[in-house]
């Protein structure tokens, strides 16, 4: 009898820091962003507790700190995931994300980008902030926020709080998210605005003249030192248009490249590429044969 109580006890604790949160965050309190940090510290344990099923990916996540071999990391990641004992539906579920992992790594790789596996451990988190979803790494692994989290398909989103050993990630489709966006074949930036919900984003150009049709794709535009997102990601595909070309309220239907509904191995961006250093260009010298230019 003791036990149960004391599990109410806790319970109602919980609920009643995630209602204030929620009205915090409504009202939009400046200390809301201190609060998403108590919250993932204080929380996101017993949210890590409530996914423990992911254990047998924790050694994964420990020994993949970086992207290498993408063919290597993805077999050691498959024999340790095989190792877990269970069901049929464990195996499955160790199967995908596997899967998962080395699509990842490959991604990840192809643009030369290091990056931390983690899992999803909860959907909408227990902060109780709409559009986010918790992973099962944290500050103990290095991470801060305003790091760019990815999957095997392209960007997820930003990390917007960390605990020691959870941190949580606000979707590109949150109602609170822009990102800046360049299409693939013209070049063309603009802002990809979230609108809380998990298969559509609108984008709106700089220049709403711009040409955009359906099955464009998207990239992102990157911020100065990849934080918190980093350039060349996918970012989704045009669906549709809304607005006439020239019309300041045109914008264009983005369907996510990541689908926010099925996430479960995703990787933190904690490296991106920044090549060698530039070099000064310098105006070729004029040709000394090249005749002198008239009109003395």
């Known amino acids: 009898m003791r036990e149960a109580t004391r599990a109410r006890a806790v319970l109602g604790v919980l609920l009643l820091v995630s209602i204030t949160l929620v009205l915090l965050d409504v009202r939009g309190s400046s200390a809301i962003g201190g609060l998403r940090g108590l919250a993932a510290t204080v929380i996101g344990p017993v949210e890590t507790a409530v996914g423990a099923a992911a254990a047998p990916f924790v050694s994964v996540a420990q020994s993949v700190t970086s992207f290498g071999n993408s063919q290597e990391r993805s077999e050691v990641a498959a024999q340790e995931l095989a190792q877990a004992t269970g069901s049929d539906q464990t195996q499955t579920d160790n199967a995908r994300a596997a899967s998962q992992l080395d699509a990842m790594l490959k991604t990840a790789g192809t643009r030369g980008f290091q990056v931390l596996p983690a899992r999803v ?8 902030f709409s559009g ?6 944290g500050s103990n692994d290095g991470l801060t926020t305003d790091m760019s989290v990815m999957n095997g398909n392209g960007l997820v989103g930003k990390i917007v ?8 990630v606000q979707l590109v489709t949150d109602d609170d998210s822009v990102v800046g966006a360049r299409l ?4 063309d930036a603009g802002a990809l605005q979230g609108t809380g919900q998990p298969g559509e984003s609108i984008l709106r150009l700089l220049d709403p003249t711009s040409p955009v049709k359906e099955g464009d794709q998207l990239v992102t535009f990157g911020s100065p030192d990849g ?7 996918p970012l989704g595909t045009v669906t549709g248009m809304r607005g006439e070309p020239g019309q300041a309220d045109r914008v264009a239907v983005v369907a996510p490249a990541a689908r926010m509904g099925a996430l479960d191995v995703v990787g933190v961006v904690v490296t991106s590429p920044r090549g060698q250093a530039r070099t000064p ?4 010298a004029p040709n000394a044969s090249a005749p002198a230019s008239a009109g003395r």
């Open 121 to 128: 451990v909860a959907y909408g988190s227990a902060q109780t």
């Open 281 to 284: 260009v310098s105006p070729e």
């Open 132 to 137: 986010t979803v918790t992973i099962d790494a």
């Open 161 to 168: 709080a960390v605990g020691p050993t959870t941190a949580t």
């Open 184 to 187: 693939v074949k013209t070049g």
């Open 227 to 233: 934080k918190p997102y980093v350039a060349g990601l």
